[in-house]
């Protein structure tokens, strides 16, 4: 190829990246997708055990992930969101309440042969918020950066609670796994709150560190996220689980992910105007309360449903949404900023 050429290729690709970033499809969910390909072609790769295996590998990186959240995270900051109390009930409210109880009639709607595919819907509704994208995503928007900071890394906390309990109330047999609260509580206490408050007793002496490196620790974030939905596939392609599925079953799956959103955001955005919230805070509690983590979701299915052939299909909802709310975010997040302007 000449260099004329290379050139205009290079062109090319940078003009794709940015249309996809503009629309929310950045690399790592085309990765995503690609190891669900890989793990479809090459199920043998992630379903190993013992010491040196792609899922234990993936239980240290996750501890590791974590600490180096605390580590970014300084009590500055957390100190910084502490005062708009009526923002941060609303968040929580939203995150670990309304998505609940928006998932749970829809059980008893649908068949049989779907009720995994609910089980997975309801895992995703009881996770989390977002850290890094909810932040981002409300910076962009120009809304209560402080707020976003606050109620995104409180709600990671609150869920190594409320997330087993959630599932603990409801029954998970059809996963093969049932719920054991403190047994799992304590498991993600000890994989996920331990290692950040490790992270942020250091902060005030790596934190700097961490901040300057934070695009690498993304990556090392993303790698260790890709490895579990690798596994957790492989395992489920292993045993034939997603026979059962049609693609018009899939493509339904993908719409009531992007209904979830809407009807979220709607009803946090009703309650946003009903309690006269300014710009800035509408902004952060639609965003931070209708976004769910990725991140979150990967690790606790780890200890939820350890062992589980069904995981790859208890994971379709959270990556479907997941990818749905960063494309439809980051266009609602221009749009606002432009409107405000």
Same mark, same amino acid.
């Not at 605390?70 to 941060?88: D, P």
């Not at 997975?120 to 932040?135: D, E, I, N």
């Not at 026979?243 to 009807?263: H, K, N, R, Y």
């Not at 379709?316 to 980051?330: C, D, F, G, R």
């Given at each position: 190829? !000449?260099?004329?050429? !290379?050139?205009?290729? !290079? !062109?090319?690709?940078?003009?794709?990246?940015?249309?996809?970033?503009?629309?929310?499809?950045?690399?790592?969910?085309?990765?995503?997708?690609?190891?669900?390909?890989?793990?479809? $072609?090459?199920?043998?790769?992630?379903?190993?055990?013992?010491?040196?295996?792609?899922?234990?590998?993936?239980?240290?990186?996750?501890?590791?992930?974590?600490?180096?959240?605390?580590?970014?995270?300084?009590?500055?900051?957390?100190?910084?969101?502490?005062?708009?109390?009526?923002?941060?009930?609303?968040?929580?409210?939203? #995150?670990?309440?309304?998505?609940?109880?928006? @998932?749970?009639?829809?059980?008893?709607?649908?068949?049989?042969?779907?009720?995994?595919?609910?089980?997975?819907?309801?895992?995703?509704?009881?996770?989390?918020?977002?850290?890094?994208?909810?932040? @981002?995503?409300?910076? $962009?928007?120009?809304?209560?950066?402080?707020?976003?900071? +606050?109620?995104?890394?409180?709600?990671?906390?609150?869920?190594?609670?409320?997330?087993?309990?959630?599932?603990? $109330?409801?029954?998970?047999?059809?996963?093969?796994?049932? *719920?054991?609260?403190?047994?799992?509580?304590?498991?993600?206490? %000890?994989?996920?709150?331990?290692? @950040?408050?490790?992270?942020?007793?250091?902060?005030?002496?790596?934190?700097?560190?961490?901040?300057?490196?934070?695009?690498?620790?993304?990556?090392?974030?993303?790698? *260790?996220?890709?490895?579990?939905?690798?596994?957790?596939?492989?395992?489920?392609?292993?045993?034939?689980?997603?026979?059962?599925?049609?693609?018009?079953?899939?493509?339904? %799956?993908?719409?009531?992910?992007?209904?979830?959103?809407?009807?979220?955001?709607?009803?946090?955005?009703?309650?946003?105007?009903?309690?006269?919230?300014?710009?800035?805070?509408?902004?952060?509690?639609?965003?931070?309360?209708?976004?769910?983590?990725?991140?979150?979701?990967?690790?606790?299915?780890?200890?939820? +449903?350890?062992?589980? #052939?069904?995981?790859?299909?208890?994971?379709?909802?959270?990556?479907?949404?997941?990818?749905?709310?960063?494309?439809?975010?980051?266009?609602?997040?221009?749009?606002?900023?432009?409107?405000?302007?």
């Amino acid at each position: 190829m !000449t260099e004329e050429g !290379t050139k205009e290729a !290079t !062109t090319l690709l940078q003009k794709v990246s940015q249309t996809l970033s503009r629309i929310g499809l950045d690399g790592f969910i085309l990765a995503l997708l690609g190891m669900i390909l890989l793990a479809w $072609l090459w199920p043998q790769g992630g379903t190993g055990d013992g010491p040196f295996s792609l899922s234990e590998l993936a239980n240290y990186g996750v501890s590791v992930i974590f600490f180096f959240y605390g580590l970014k995270l300084s009590r500055a900051k957390l100190v910084a969101g502490l005062g708009n109390w009526r923002l941060h009930v609303l968040v929580q409210c939203s #995150t670990f309440i309304l998505f609940p109880l928006l @998932v749970l009639p829809c059980k008893a709607l649908l068949p049989e042969d779907l009720q995994l595919l609910w089980l997975g819907a309801f895992f995703l509704s009881s996770l989390p918020s977002t850290v890094s994208s909810s932040v @981002v995503m409300v910076s $962009l928007a120009e809304g209560n950066i402080p707020a976003a900071i +606050f109620n995104a890394s409180i709600s990671s906390i609150i869920g190594v609670f409320i997330t087993p309990l959630w599932m603990g $109330l409801i029954n998970t047999s059809q996963a093969g796994q049932e *719920i054991d609260f403190f047994h799992i509580v304590g498991k993600l206490v %000890l994989q996920v709150l331990v290692p @950040v408050a490790l992270g942020i007793l250091l902060n005030p002496r790596w934190g700097k560190w961490a901040d300057r490196y934070k695009v690498q620790l993304k990556y090392f974030d993303q790698t *260790i996220i890709l490895i579990i939905v690798y596994t957790a596939f492989c395992e489920s392609f292993e045993k034939n689980m997603f026979a059962t599925l049609s693609w018009l079953e899939l493509i339904g %799956l993908a719409v009531a992910m992007l209904a979830l959103f809407f009807i979220a955001y709607g009803c946090i955005g009703f309650l946003c105007r009903l309690l006269h919230f300014n710009y800035e805070d509408r902004v952060t509690a639609t965003f931070c309360g209708s976004k769910k983590s990725m991140v979150h979701g990967t690790v606790m299915s780890k200890v939820l +449903f350890p062992g589980s #052939t069904v995981t790859g299909i208890l994971l379709l909802p959270l990556m479907l949404y997941h990818a749905l709310q960063l494309i439809v975010v980051s266009l609602l997040a221009r749009r606002l900023r432009d409107s405000k302007r």
